[in-house]
């Protein structure tokens, strides 16, 4: 995250809600390849920084969560996050080998990009975007 001022309303950080933070910072590292810092000690709970890039963006952390995960179909509580990447298909290959499942296929948004979304290992739905003017 660069030092400049968000503009009001930007997103600016997320947070992924895990029954074992340390195994969903492993799946998002290993799929993604972001960075982690492990600030745990700061927030008086399992918690743990994650860098995803360079530039426009936003960067999170993998937290504690305080409750059961959600029950598989149950309907989506919270903003769902979507990753940008270079190959849908590179990516889901990579979430599927590290445990996570499609929650919703592969599919065009014609002139725009390929989107899908995915569960990781605790029942969080997570978007992958890849852009393509082609798409359809």
């Known amino acids: 995250m660069s030092d400049a001022q968000p503009t009001p309303g930007q997103p600016i950080h997320f947070e992924i809600h ?46 504690q969560r305080h409750g059961p995960n959600p029950e598989p179909g149950a309907a989506v509580a919270g903003a769902v996050l ?27 948004l014609p002139g725009m990009a390929w989107q899908g979304y995915f569960l990781d290992l605790d029942g969080n739905v997570f978007g992958v975007h890849e852009p393509d003017p082609d798409a359809k």
């Open 18 to 63: 895990a029954a074992d933070p340390a195994r969903a910072t492993e799946f998002y590292t290993s799929v993604f390849g972001w960075e982690t810092e492990d600030w745990s000690e700061f927030a008086g709970m399992p918690y743990f920084g994650l860098k995803t890039g360079e530039g426009p963006g936003i960067d999170g952390a993998v937290m």
């Open 82 to 108: 979507t990753i940008g990447v270079e190959s849908f298909d590179d990516s889901a290959t990579r979430i599927l080998a590290a445990g996570g499942t499609v929650a919703m296929p592969k599919a065009a």
